[in-house]
Every structure is written in C-alpha cells, then in structure tokens.
C-alpha cells in the first residue's frame, strides 16, 4: 500500500507518503503538515513506523516531524541525507524563519550516502543522490513496489527551484541523468503536484528533453 496526503492546497506543505502492508509497520516518506491527518490514518492501518525518510531538508517537507513522532509515543528514526543535515540545525537554511516559524528537531537523525540501501521489513529503499534543489536532495526508489520518492527533484512536467542558498544549479543535468536509466514504469511520487510516471516525464518534461 502506498497512501498519499496531499497538502498543497490546505496549507504550506509537501506530499506525505505512507507505505507498508496494513497490519504491519509502514514507512513515512517526507512530513510537512503539522496536521494529525497522517498519524490518526498510521494508527488506524498500521502497528507502527519502522522509519521516517526525508527527501531534503527544507521547512515544508519536515515541519510536522516532531508532531508526528510525539503522535506514536516511541522514537522513530529520520534519515535524511548527511549533505543536508545542517538544514535540519538551522531555520534560516530550511526557510522556516522565511514563515514565521520555528522547527524543533529533538529526533533522532540517520544520515544516508548515494546508493544506501534502506532495508525495513523487506522493503528496500535505494538512496538515490540528485543534488541540485538543495546539496543533500535525493530520491528514493523502492522496485519492490515499482515506485520513486523524488521529493523536489522531479515533478510532473517540472523539477524543483535551484536559486536557494544551499541549492547547486550546475548539478541539475547530472542528477537527472541519474533517472534516466531507471525503468519507464517506475511511478514518481513527487513532493509536490500530481503522481505520474518516469515514461511521461521522460517524454514531456521540458528538463529532460532539454
């Protein structure tokens, strides 16, 4: 199963997605919404959370981490990869003083390097590294379930900005390069917009094309 929460048009917030086998713990892929949508639907479906995987640092895909881990009442382990963990330490990098806010990181935090992979309950996560939105951006692919977590890195007929501080604009080509060769059918699940699939993207996404 894989459950999507879309926040875009409810508040300033990525896609939250949930994956695992109702019954058993499922993983959570990005938390940006402080609202207890996601935690009251893990509760419900799931025995708990074997982690929590970010796909970069910034405000509106970790905002609602700490919430979200007081929700289950037991620690659950956050990887993020380690080229953006300085995000995580400091709001002026991850936007949140831009929005009048705060974020309270008072979890534990796993970093993660290219090519990792993320194994829980026999699902495995490849730690695909595609800097350019910001240094520690990445995706993360799970064949089991033919899918690809890409975060800001790939959107339905776009990619995410490069004009941040901490974004790396001369990486963009090599790491969509890197999404290249991955298989057609792969569905993308994006950290904003709509789910689609690398085919598409491959065929109308003006950055690939280019």
């Known amino acids: 199963?894989?459950?999507?929460?879309?926040?875009?048009?409810?508040?300033?917030?990525?896609?939250?997605?949930?994956?695992?086998?109702?019954?058993e713990k499922c993983v959570v892929v990005d938390l940006g919404s402080t609202s207890s949508e996601v935690s009251d639907f893990v509760r419900r479906n799931f025995e708990g959370v074997s982690a929590i995987?970010?796909?970069?640092?910034?405000?509106?895909?970790?905002?609602?981490?700490?919430?979200?881990?007081k929700a289950m009442k037991k620690d659950v382990p956050v990887y993020i990869h380690k080229d953006d963990e300085e995000m995580l330490l400091s709001d002026e990098l991850n936007r949140a003083v831009f929005h009048g806010e705060k974020v309270a990181f008072d979890f534990k935090l796993n970093l993660v390097n290219d090519g990792d992979v993320l194994d829980f309950n026999g699902e495995h996560?490849?730690?695909?590294?595609?800097?350019?939105?910001?240094?520690g951006s990445s995706c993360f692919l799970l064949e089991e379930d033919n899918a690809i977590f890409t975060g800001d890195t790939l959107f339905k007929n776009g990619i995410g900005r490069f004009d941040?501080?901490?974004?790396?604009?001369?990486?963009?080509?090599?790491?969509?390069?890197?999404?290249?060769?991955?298989?057609?059918?792969?569905?993308?699940?994006?950290?904003?917009?709509?789910?689609?699939?690398?085919?598409?993207?491959?065929e109308?996404?003006?950055y690939f094309r280019g």
């Open 1 to 23: 199963m894989i459950k999507a929460f879309v926040f875009d048009n409810k508040e300033f917030a990525a896609n939250t997605y949930v994956i695992g086998k109702k019954g």
């Open 53 to 69: 995987l970010l796909t970069h640092g910034h405000y509106d895909h970790v905002r609602g981490v700490s919430k979200f881990i």
């Open 125 to 135: 996560f490849k730690v695909i590294h595609t800097p350019f939105h910001t240094r």
């Open 164 to 202: 941040f501080a901490n974004s790396e604009p001369d990486k963009v080509h090599s790491s969509l390069m890197k999404l290249v060769n991955l298989a057609d059918t792969l569905v993308c699940y994006p950290g904003h917009g709509e789910i689609t699939t690398l085919k598409a993207e491959k």
């Open 204 to 206: 109308n996404n003006p």
